[in-house]
T-cell receptor
Framework: LAKTTQPISMDSYEGQEVNITCSHNNIATNDYITWYQQFPSQGPRFIIQGYKTKVTNEVASLFIPADRKSSTLSLPRVSLSDTAVYYCLVVTGGGNKLTFGTGTQLKVEL | DSGVTQTPKHLITATGQRVTLRCSPRSGDLSVYWYQQSLDQGLQFLIQYYNGEERAKGNILERFSAQQFPDLHSELNLSSLELGDSALYFC????????????????FGSGTRLTVV
């Protein structure tokens, strides 16, 4: 199972773009990368998932370089409500469990 | 509403007691996962069921057990409770093939907060 490393915390201001990078050097061929957001006392919420290159949805973008050893979650124009813990996970295809690390605590200020 | 329903939302019980937490997965999902989240341990995977069968086991204590019923709802049984079992317990479900969907991943419920006194 590929181990992930991401910053423990990040600070930003409203309206800024936030990029959270995650490294996963031992990612396997059939692994994909997924990101979750968690607010205090709530269950994690799926943000985005990708295998390679770039994926974009209505809330975020995910950039994955060709070697797939890292990925970057990009949150455009953050607001106070984006203050949360963001988890980067590597998941093996086939319905395996999600293994959460410590995540990145993002704090957005005015 | 994520589509995953967990009951009860809160539970306060005494040490040594036994409780049952219930989870109804999102409609159509066959896999159910249980997680424990405490302040000092983060999100810990406990156990996974797929269509009624145990599929994976994590850091689940012998005092804990789970099952998934034919209607796909799952129950997590915690017995001989200790103060250290106080935590948030989350249930998640995933797609009909047991995999996370590219658009919505694995869906988590809002959790059961267990307090052991």
């Amino acid at each position: 199972l590929a181990k992930t490393t991401q910053p423990i915390s990040m600070d930003s201001y409203e309206g800024q773009e936030v990029n959270i990078t995650c490294s996963h050097n031992n990612i396997a061929t059939n692994d994909y990368i997924t990101w979750y957001q968690q607010f205090p006392s709530q269950g994690p919420r799926f943000i985005i998932q990708g295998y390679k290159t770039k994926v974009t949805n209505e809330v975020a973008s995910l950039f994955i370089p060709a070697d797939r050893k890292s990925s970057t979650l990009s949150l455009p124009r953050v607001s106070l409500s984006d203050t949360a813990v963001y988890y980067c996970l590597v998941v093996t295809g086939g319905g395996n469990k999600l293994t959460f690390g410590t995540g990145t605590q993002l704090k957005v200020e005015l | 509403d994520s589509g995953v329903t967990q009951t009860p939302k809160h539970l306060i019980t005494a040490t040594g007691q036994r409780v049952t937490l219930r989870c109804s997965p999102r409609s159509g999902d066959l896999s159910v996962y249980w997680y424990q989240q405490s302040l000092d341990q983060g999100l810990q995977f406990l156990i996974q069921y797929y269509n009624g069968e145990e599929r994976a086991k994590g850091n689940i204590l012998e005092r804990f057990s789970a099952q998934q019923f034919p209607d796909l709802h799952s129950e997590l049984n915690l017995s001989s409770l200790e103060l250290g079992d106080s935590a948030l317990y989350f249930c998640a479900s995933s797609g009909p093939y047991g995999t996370g969907d590219v658009n919505y991943g694995y869906t988590f419920g809002s959790g059961t907060r267990l307090t052991v006194v």
